[in-house]
């Protein structure tokens, strides 16, 4: 089913990222790389694959502005402490 391998590209995108959380200590990490694969899986057996691509686009769109947020927190708070 080549219709499907958006899908299983999708998932293994976001699967890989939960090492990501342990090298980083990062609760984006951690969330996206639950949150994609099962988003993946949803939206790819229920919709065609171009929503599936529109969905992925906005999911990495929030994940860019999430770990963003994480580093100007992280920087923060090591200012404090120095």
Known sequence: MPEKMLMVFAMIFGAHLMPYSWLYL???????????????????????????AAVMIGVEILFNILLCLEVRHLAHDGTKQS
């Open 26 to 52: 990062s609760k984006s990490y951690f969330v996206f790389s639950i949150a994609v694969p099962v988003l993946a899986l949803i939206v790819g057996l229920m919709f065609p694959p171009f929503v599936l």
